[in-house]
């Protein structure tokens, strides 16, 4: 199942549009969600506050935004199964809770202060370290199809999960896949050789995968650089830029790491956060 967070902004109709088409891709049914957070104004359940915006309005709101949401899936992607949830609590409490039982989760990268505030406010900020599933942040700037999606990979087995999705999303989508793997070279040792090295690494890596997809164009990029900077160069000929996340905290990851966190902020395309599961958390199926 492919989740979409909705608050009615321009950003979360692009999200909703990239959720039907990866639901159409994958045969998954698409939930879209939307959350009914009335922390901010003191509202009650019978409708009563402190002078704020009123408990019916809220409840009004969030239907309509979720009409709208399921029109466009449905013009979008009509055999696409839809449902929705109009949720009480906070976005990110509920889309953490929904992650528990999606292979994806989907966001606008800024909102109306619901789902996605600023680019990395306090919900698109959270998410993608709390998921247990890919998380993808959608920008609504319409670009031309690249044909291309590209993921960071470095030398620890963390890498993985992200691997995975970006070979997965490569193969529905019948585009090619560059890896970046990016590094600052230690000055004493012989630039050659490290890159030889790296290299190495980054094939090991690949290994697997390109066993298992023989027919992906897949190309290997090794650059003296750092990661961000890499991957957001590469981010403006790809549709999707595919990073992972070391999570860590009580949920998982109380924060982005420094290189998913930069991706976000600078990638010109949308970007998938991957989390790579905790050791001392038994996996689950998402």
Not at 56 to 64: C, F, P, Y
Not at 254 to 271: D, N, Q
């Amino acid at each position: 199942m492919i989740v979409v967070g909705v608050d009615g902004s321009m950003t979360a109709r692009a999200a909703v549009d990239w959720a039907a088409a990866d639901a159409f891709r994958a045969h998954l049914p698409l939930r879209i969600v939307h959350a009914v957070d009335r922390s901010p104004y003191q509202v009650d359940r019978s409708g009563g506050s402190g002078g704020g915006i009123g408990g019916d309005t809220l409840v009004r709101e969030g239907q309509r935004v979720l009409r709208e949401a399921v029109a466009l899936a449905r013009e979008r992607q009509p055999s696409v199964e839809v449902t929705t949830r109009d949720l009480e609590g906070s976005p990110v409490a509920v889309l953490r809770e929904q992650a528990e039982r999606a292979d994806e989760i989907v966001l606008g990268s800024r909102g109306l202060g619901g789902f996605a505030g600023t680019l990395l406010g306090s919900v698109s900020a959270q998410v993608p370290g709390q998921a247990r599933c890919p998380v993808v942040v959608v920008r609504d700037e319409r670009r031309p199809r690249q044909g291309r999606i590209v993921a960071g990979v470095d030398d620890s087995p963390t890498s993985e999960p992200a691997l995975a999705y970006a070979f997965q999303q490569a193969d529905l989508r019948g585009s090619a896949l560059q890896v970046v793997h990016a590094f600052a070279p230690e000055i004493a040792r012989d630039l050659d050789e490290v890159r030889a090295d790296r290299h190495r690494v980054v094939q090991k890596r690949l290994r697997a995968f390109r066993e298992r997809y023989p027919h992906l164009e897949v190309e290997e990029t090794v650059r003296f650089a750092h990661p961000v900077d890499a991957l957001t160069a590469a981010s403006a000929e790809a549709d999707l830029v595919v990073v992972g996340s070391h999570g860590r905290g009580p949920f998982g990851a109380a924060v982005l790491g420094s290189v998913s966190r930069g991706v976000l902020h600078h990638a010109r395309c949308t970007v998938a956060v991957v989390r790579a599961p905790r050791a001392d958390v038994p996996a689950q199926r998402t």
